[in-house]
Nanobody, 126 residues
Framework: QVHLVESGGGLVQAGVSLTLACVAS????????LGWFREAPRKNREFVAA?????????YPPNLEKGRFTISRDNAKNTLYLQIHALTPEESAMYYC??????????????????WGQGTQVTVSS
């Protein structure tokens, strides 16, 4: 199993950029795919981004604004990142880091989910 801990959220002003981090520990050799999803009041769980831990290839859902999110990783630090650019109130949500076996390109989700962290809250004020 892998333990995931998110950080970097907070109360921020609209227009700024924010970088979230997710540190993985435990059986890190079992990591194939890490990604982010978010949950906001009155909204369903929403896939944000995912990355192949081995080759660094990335995936983003087509329904989100192009260029809003950038996912990256640092294998040496066992850390996943999510950059959120030019924040708007629509980005306010609890952001979770999640481990899975693959990226489902049809459903725009992570497939065979194993676990996720406690989340980090992002609140954007106007």
């Amino acid at each position: 199993q892998v333990h995931l801990v998110e950080s970097g959220g907070g109360l921020v002003q609209a227009g700024v950029s924010l970088t979230l981090a997710c540190v993985a520990s435990g059986d890190v050799s079992s990591i194939w795919t890490l990604g982010w999803f978010r949950e906001a009041p009155r909204k369903n769980r929403e896939f944000v981004a995912a990355i192949d831990w081995r080759d660094g290839s990335t995936s983003y859902p087509p329904n989100l604004e192009k260029g809003r999110f950038t996912i990256s990783r640092d294998n040496a630090k066992n850390t996943l990142y999510l950059q959120i650019h030019a924040l708007t109130p629509e980005e306010s949500a609890m952001y979770y880091c999640e481990r899975s076996s693959y990226i489902d390109l049809v459903a725009h989700t992570q497939g065979h989910v194993h676990e996720w962290g406690q989340g980090t809250q992002v609140t954007v004020s106007s």
